[in-house]
Every structure is written in C-alpha cells, then in structure tokens.
C-alpha cells in the first residue's frame, strides 16, 4: 500500500518566520493530497487540500505545494502566528476513481515562539 | 448543529472484555471512517464504509469490526481487545468519500486495555 513520510517530527520557529513541512509519498497513482491541523487534546481539522492536476495552492497564509514527479509535497506557513502551534499532519489517497483509503503521515508538532 | 459525535470519550477496559464505541453523524453523510492515533504513527484508518452496508478494509483492521446498517451510524466493535488497542480512536465522515469533500472527525476516543 501508500507510505507516506513526513518530516520534521518537531519545528520551532520564531513569530513571523515562515514553517515549511515536507512529505513524501510511494504510490504513484495517489491524486489526493490534504493537510490537517490538530491542536492540542482536539480532532483533526482540514486546512488545505490539493489535487494532482495542480501545482500549487494557496489560502492567505497556507500554500501546498505538489511535486509528483518527485512525489513531495509541502505545507507552507507564512508570518506565522502563536495560535499555528498544533500537530500538522499530511495525507495522500491513492485510488484515481474515488477517495476512499487515507494515508496519513506520523505528524509535525509546530510551536510558535512569540 | 452539524456533527460528528463518538461514546464514550474515554474507556479503561480490561482484556477480553468486548465494547463498542459508537460514532453518529447528523450531515447525511454518505462516507465514514475509524482511525486510531498513536504517538509517532499519526492517523491510520482501520476501516471504513462509502454507504450502508458497504464497508471495507483499510489499513490496520486486524482485531475490530465495523457494521453500517443506518447511514447515520458507524460502530467499531473490538470482540477482544488487547493491551496493543490501547489508543485515540477517531470516526470521521465525509458527504460522500470523493476527493473534494471534507473528512469530518468525531472528538475522539480515549481507549486503555489493561
């Protein structure tokens, strides 16, 4: 099946620095690609999801980026702000006709410095 | 108010003793999913079911069973749990399990099999 890597496990920025999170995947008919922001002792929430027919998409300070070539993608948080430290977790589904499985990646714990 | 809701929301069993959690949707959601979340691992899906009484598989099913006989409804039974089902349990719906709608997740369940 999908094995999804995720890295780094932790990342410590300052307030207003950008965090960059990297994710690799195995299956190359995977297409779906979202991102999940978790805080602390809540469920999972979307943030941002992106498709294998897109390059890049962004929402205000949230950008993913797709290489499936390389079979990478990437969240990327801009000025970030205290209230972004959560567990972010990244997911691929690899079924062309519909999304069905999920594969998630082991998490990215960020903290925010102020 | 829309939601996904799971009981109990903490559970401290013994082994051998079966239970059940419950996870209930009020969205007509067509998709719903169980996952369990394990320090390092991140989210991985154990079963899931595109409509009643259509489940299947996901990637760690060994040791649970699901049933979807009203739409509203997904249970995960554990027939004889163990201490390595010690874990957060999270369902989650989406409207109909395609790539463009968003996975919904319940608030968890805190799990202990002594």
């Known amino acids: 099946g999908e094995n999804v890597e995720q890295h780094p496990s932790t990342l410590s920025v300052q307030e207003g620095d950008s965090a960059v999170i990297k994710c690799t995947y195995s299956?190359?008919?995977?297409?779906?690609f979202p991102w999940y922001k978790q805080e602390l002792g809540k469920r999972p929430q979307l943030i941002i999801d992106i498709r294998s027919n897109v390059g890049e998409k962004k929402d205000q300070r949230i950008a993913v980026t797709l290489n499936k070539t390389a079979k990478h993608f990437s969240l990327h948080i801009t000025e970030t702000q205290p209230e972004d430290s959560a567990v972010y977790f990244c997911a691929a589904t690899p079924s062309p006709y519909n999304f069905n499985k999920f594969y998630f990646g082991s998490g990215t714990k960020l903290n925010v410095k102020p | 108010e829309a939601q996904v809701t799971q009981n109990p929301r903490y559970l401290i069993t013994v082994t051998g003793k079966k239970l059940t959690v419950t996870c209930s949707q009020n969205?007509?959601?067509?998709?719903m999913s169980w996952y369990r979340q394990d320090p390092g691992l991140g989210l991985r899906q154990i079963y899931y079911?595109?409509?009643?009484?259509?489940?299947d598989k996901g990637d760690v099913p060994e040791g649970y069973k699901v049933s979807r006989k009203e739409k509203r409804n997904f249970p995960l039974i554990l027939e004889s749990p163990s201490p390595n089902q010690t874990s957060l349990y999270f369902c989650a719906s989406s409207l109909s399990g395609q790539g463009s709608d968003t996975q919904y997740f319940g608030p968890g369940t805190r799990l202990t099999v002594l």
């Open positions: 299956d190359s008919a995977s297409n779906y």
């Open positions: 079911s595109m409509n009643v009484e259509v489940t």
């Open positions: 969205m007509n959601h067509e998709y």
